[in-house]
């Protein structure tokens, strides 16, 4: 199983988005020390209290301050721009990076990221679609044309190619249920953040699916699954509880009543006010058990153990400061506790 950190380069209320850079790419520098196969960064727009709103370019720092760490986007909203110019700029990254890229590719959650880029919430699957065959096809081919309902190309050669042959690996972000078996009908890998609709019990069946899916379309190989999950290593089940409770009680919050927000737009699937209203529920000891892997290196390896075998997981990505509120030696503390004590039992 191929396990990787997250990052969301968070900025904390007292910081200077220098402060709050150099805090990431420290963390960055210390995953690289110790080993850690890959960093994966997300793309956040109209969100404060993150900068990373640009993970391209952030990809290109870390790919410069590093040697061995694999790059992932997790994921990269192909429907927020033109797929010619972000095949452009992902293939630059695998290249400046030798090769070190792996491509997550989303069409977004939240209908206000779309609506601040003049995209419409409802087109982005149609997009996303899209999108994604063009920047295949501006990876492998010499010069493509493409007709489709959001995008017309004619006769265009993209340069650079990729590092990587054919392409980086292309991996699709999920975050609801019917996401699951298009997927699967697509023939791509998956990365699941079970953050707003899933509890970590609840994927088997929905995995199920996408690979029931993905067997009915004919596609040759075996299906990836990936799943990300907040971690927090102490060296004791006290601090494991107390330490990140403050951070993961805001996120709860803070995530439920955006999900509720959205609960009457037209455009979304899924019945968004009881997924939101189930967030708000839950207290801290649910979320303890449904959504995240908290404890001590021999707890913390025992849960990711059993989702690795439930649920037959190929990646594992762990988010290192679920609410942001985590102090940064904590955060240190924990990914070296993780990579140390943790990680040689997953494998």
């Known amino acids: 199983m191929h396990v990787g950190m997250f990052l969301e380069f968070p900025r904390p209320a007292d910081s200077t ?3 709050a850079f150099d805090a990431s790419f420290a963390l960055v520098d210390e995953a690289e020390k110790l080993g850690v196969e890959s960093v994966w960064l997300a793309e956040y727009h109209f969100n404060p209290g993150r900068v990373l709103s640009s993970p391209i370019l ?14 992932g986007l997790a994921v990269q909203c192909l429907p927020l721009g033109h797929p010619v110019r972000l ?35 409802s087109e982005s699957r149609g997009r996303f679609e899209e999108g994604l065959e063009i920047i295949k096809r501006a990876w492998t081919e010499e010069s493509f044309t493409f007709e489709g309902e959001y995008y017309q190309c004619h006769d265009l050669c993209v340069e650079p190619k990729p590092r990587q042959e054919p392409h980086p690996p292309i991996r699709v972000g999920i975050t609801s249920a019917e996401s699951f078996p298009i997927t699967g009908r697509m023939g791509y890998p998956i990365l699941i953040n079970p953050s707003r609709v899933f509890t970590l019990d609840q994927l088997a069946h929905h995995i199920g699916e996408y690979r029931r899916a993905w ?5 040759d190989g075996e299906p990836e699954v990936g799943l990300r999950v907040p971690i927090y290593v102490a060296e004791t089940e006290e601090k494991a509880y107390s330490d990140p409770r403050e951070g993961a009680i805001f996120m709860a919050q803070r995530l439920g009543q955006r999900v509720v927000s959205y609960a009457e737009y037209g455009a979304t699937t899924g019945d968004w006010r009881a997924e939101g209203e189930r967030v708000l529920d839950m207290d ?24 690795k075998e439930d649920l037959g997981l190929t990646h594992m990505i762990y988010e290192v400061d679920l609410g942001n509120h985590l102090p940064f030696e904590m955060q240190l503390n924990s990914l070296r506790l993780f990579n140390k004590e943790v990680l040689p039992q997953l494998a």
């Open 215 to 219: 067997r009915e379309a004919g596609h």
């Open 284 to 307: 801290y000891d649910d979320w303890l058990r449904d959504k995240v892997a908290y404890g001590t290196p021999d707890s913390v390896a025992l849960k990711l153990r059993q989702l």
């Open 17 to 19: 988005y220098r402060e």
């Open 58 to 71: 952030i990809g290109t720092a870390i790919a410069s301050r590093t040697e061995n760490i694999r790059v």
């Open 87 to 121: 095949a452009e700029e992902a293939a630059t990254l695998d290249q400046l990076s030798n090769g070190r890229l792996e491509y997550g590719v989303g069409r977004g959650t939240f209908p206000n990221v779309h609506e601040g880029f003049n995209t419409p919430f």
